[in-house]
């Protein structure tokens, strides 16, 4: 949207006012006994009191009303929103998904909230340890509405339609292409301008964070001048039919009503923001001798665990670069993995499997499950020429790998009625190649 303004940086201390109230943020201090314009201080905490200087994460809002005057919150449903992993009994087969369907909007107004569904995940909310994986499909913007996660944080992957996002620290405009993430706690509401679907990823007790970039040193993957945070803006409108706030807490949906706008901040500052970014922006690290790198070598962000080196998720990316490996078979190798890898397409083809993997659709690996290149991508890489070339070019696929063991829900077996039971044929043309007379070549 023409107009709206970022700040550059990832977890940089910001500070934003709206320009119409210039001098807004109190000086030298967070909380005086008066706040300019007469102003509520209000604090926004992403961590613990007492966490390191280098993980404290907090933001300071100064808004017309706190967010405290509001009715009771009350139970509403959920739709197909659900922590609960049990419903169905594990399915340990490789699952792919065709593109989700979204409500046609002659036919029913379906918005964010509403359009949520969630495919699978693992772990507890209450424990605050966990993850979740939801697809959101929708056709409609909010109206005198808003969402907050009190579970965790949302990264969003925009796959068709671009999503205004507004947020009590300012405006973004997520496009295709692009990832935001909307932090534990912070209220946000979602416009459309078309039908619209995109990913979810929503981890539990952890935020997400650039990954250490070990002998790669200083320079190279998601660099963080490229993630965007909004500036201040602020609406003063009192909402006389009510203003509904749906709460995301322990895995359950709660509304309650209030008479004005929760976008009444004026200004903030701090560190704990909302933020996005631009993956055509990724600066790509890739084997230029031979073999193939493993996939963490794209990884935008992390949402790390308490064990070193291993990640409740990260969000990875497979975007256009060139392939210049001699000697090697140049697409994913064939794999089983500790881990569990969910992934999606926003557009293109994805290099292992050019047919029936698409757009708007998305495949699940769940852990020490067998998963790889099917037998077209085998036979041609196996014997092409190779020479320096364009991989993924026009095409951006993703993956959510977390450590956990993720439990699909019932919509994502059953009831969206978009699993792809025929998957597991793309292998069963793969044939053997063994030759015991084999004899290396002479030299």
């Known amino acids: 949207m023409a107009g709206l303004k970022y700040m550059s940086g990832f977890g940089n201390e910001f500070a934003s006012e709206d320009s119409r109230c210039p001098g807004s943020l109190p000086e030298g201090q967070n909380n005086t006994q008066v706040c300019p314009y007469g102003l509520y201080a209000e604090q926004l905490s992403g961590s613990a009191f007492t966490c390191p200087r280098s993980t404290n994460k907090r933001s300071w809002l100064y808004r017309i009303l706190p967010s405290v005057r509001h009715k009771p919150f009350t139970p509403m449903s959920c739709g197909d929103l659900t922590e609960n992993w049990n419903e169905v009994e594990p399915d340990p ?86 990832i935001c993430v909307i932090q534990q706690g912070m209220r946000f509401s979602v416009d459309v301008f078309r039908e619209t679907r995109g990913y979810i990823l929503e981890v539990f007790g952890a935020h997400f964070e650039l990954p250490d970039l070990g002998p790669i040193w200083a320079n190279g993957l998601a660099n963080p001048r490229d993630f965007q945070t909004p500036v201040a803006w602020y609406e003063d409108r009192t909402v006389a039919t009510g203003y509904t706030i749906v709460n995301k807490y322990q895995g359950k949906l709660f509304s309650c009503q209030q008479d004005f706008s929760p976008f009444n901040v004026v200004a903030w500052h701090g560190n704990y923001t909302p933020y996005k970014y631009n993956l055509e922006n990724f600066m790509v690290i ?158």
């Open 93 to 178: 087969n490789q699952l792919r998904w065709k593109p989700f369907n979204i409500p046609k909007s002659s036919e029913k107004k379906v918005d964010f909230i509403s359009g949520l569904h969630t495919v699978c995940g693992a772990g507890d909310s209450k424990s605050r340890n966990g993850i979740a994986i939801h697809m959101y499909t929708c056709n409609t913007s909010m109206i005198d509405k808003c969402f907050q996660n009190a579970d965790g944080d949302f990264l969003i992957v925009p796959q068709q339609g671009e999503i205004l996002i507004t947020t009590e620290f300012g405006k973004m405009m997520v496009e295709p292409n692009e």
């Open 286 to 443: 890739n084997c230029v001798a031979f073999d193939h790198a493993d996939p963490s070598i794209f990884t935008v962000l992390t949402a790390k665990s308490t064990r070193p080196g291993v990640a409740i998720a990260d969000f990875v990316i497979f975007p256009p670069r060139w392939g210049v490996a001699d000697h090697t078979f140049r697409p994913p190798y064939y794999h089983r993995n500790c881990m569990s890898e969910f992934m999606g397409l926003i557009k293109g083809h994805y290099e292992a499997k050019e047919e029936g993997f698409q757009p708007g659709g998305a495949s699940l690996h769940s852990i020490m499950t067998p998963h790889g290149p099917d037998v077209d991508c085998f036979e041609k890489n196996s014997t092409a020429v190779l020479k320096p070339e364009r991989v993924a070019e026009g095409t951006m696929a993703f993956m959510f790998e977390s450590s956990f063991s993720m439990a699909v829900t019932k919509w994502g077996l059953d009831t969206c009625h978009r699993l792809d039971k025929s998957y597991y044929k793309c292998w069963e043309a793969l044939k053997s190649h063994f030759n015991p007379n084999w004899k290396p070549s002479s030299k």
